[in-house]
Nanobody, 117 residues
Framework: QVQLVESGGGLVQPGGSLRLSCVADGDIFSIYTMGWYRQAPGKQRELVAISGSGGWTNYADSVKGRFTISRDYAKKTVYLRMHNLKPEDTAVYYC???????????WGQGTQVTVSS
């Protein structure tokens, strides 16, 4: 029984900041990557940022320098700190957790981020 619980979405003005959180609840073992994806209206879901065990990270070009992903391994939590938000960042943001062997691939229900004046 595993559930990824997302929080922190909302409405923010352009140039503002927001922090998303995702907690993996339940009996989940050996998480390899935790990451954030987003899907804007009428567009495909895309990778925003991902963090792997060992400390490596990868970001979409559109968010480099503005977003930072981090993890609390003990709490099985991943964060996405977003600065200098732009209207183009408006989307539903989804949390994801995977293990190295491909034994599971969990998704959160999504949290809405709206950037508008």
């Amino acid at each position: 029984q595993v559930q990824l619980v997302e929080s922190g979405g909302g409405l923010v003005q352009p140039g503002g900041s927001l922090r998303l959180s995702c907690v993996a609840d339940g009996d989940i073992f050996s998480i390899y990557t935790m990451g954030w994806y987003r899907q804007a209206p009428g567009k495909q879901r895309e990778l925003v940022a991902i963090s792997g065990s060992g400390g490596w990270t990868n970001y979409a070009d559109s968010v480099k320098g503005r977003f930072t992903i981090s993890r609390d391994y003990a709490k099985k939590t991943v964060y996405l700190r977003m600065h200098n938000l732009k209207p183009e960042d408006t989307a539903v943001y989804y949390c994801n957790a995977r293990n190295y062997a491909g034994g599971y691939d969990y998704w959160g229900q999504g949290t809405q981020v709206t950037v508008s004046s």
